[in-house]
């Protein structure tokens, strides 16, 4: 049996148990263990690779999805910038999304493999995210599309590469700025705990080098229960 399995079935017996059990599993207890034990259910059965966006693989967290939507909506970036296009599902949404925005915007998302994806609002390039020109282009990008900026990193996730994407990003971005850090629930936060080093412990050494950035939205991340960015969601200070 699973690990996520076993959690499953200890909140099922708890959540059954009647109204006295159910108050003894409510505030905090229940609020870390049913997510996390979905979080378990969630990467065991491998859900994350048969999510699509218009039939595109994506890859990623309907929740997660949807909360970039509408934190898009609220700060109506003009610029989103992706590190790690993949099957290019991703792309395309923001594409979407961006689009009802009803203003100029680009959509760049860099990987070091094409994904075969063609839209005329997504500029695609190949190569690496911590490559030099990439944080050229992205300067000339905010020059011709002024306004916030919404960043998310999914690319290579060790902890060195992650790190060097957020340093090469310091100098490009902006007060009010979004930027998603995915996959930092790896190495135990909750999932895959042998990961080893990865996109949290990234981002650890980034705040203890460069600590008043950013700050997190704690709220916006805990809003569906659990996210595929633990302690991710951050706001350019």
Known sequence: MSRSQTL???????????????????????????????????????????????????????????????IIWQIKPSLVVEFGTCDGGSALFFACMMRQLGKPFRVLSVDINPCGLSDPDIEFMIMSSTDVRVTARIRELRKSYPGHMFTILDSDHSKQHVFAEMVALRDVTCSGDYMI???????????????????????????????????????????????????????RR
């Open 8 to 70: 499953s079935r200890k909140a099922h017996r708890k959540l059954i148990g009647g109204r006295e059990r159910l108050r003894v599993f409510s505030g905090k207890t229940f609020f870390s263990l049913a997510p996390r034990a979905y979080h378990h259910w969630y990467y065991d059965n491998a859900v994350w690779r048969t999510t699509s966006w218009m039939g595109v693989p994506t890859q990623k967290s309907p929740s997660d999805m949807w909360n970039y939507q509408e």
């Open 181 to 235: 850090v995915e996959d930092s629930n790896l190495n135990g936060h909750p999932v895959y705990g042998a990961f080893g080093p990865g996109p949290h412990e990234a981002m650890e050494s980034y705040f203890s080098t460069y600590p008043d950035d950013y700050s997190r939205d704690t709220e916006r991340e805990g809003k569906f229960g659990f996210s595929f960015a633990t302690d991710g969601f951050l706001i």
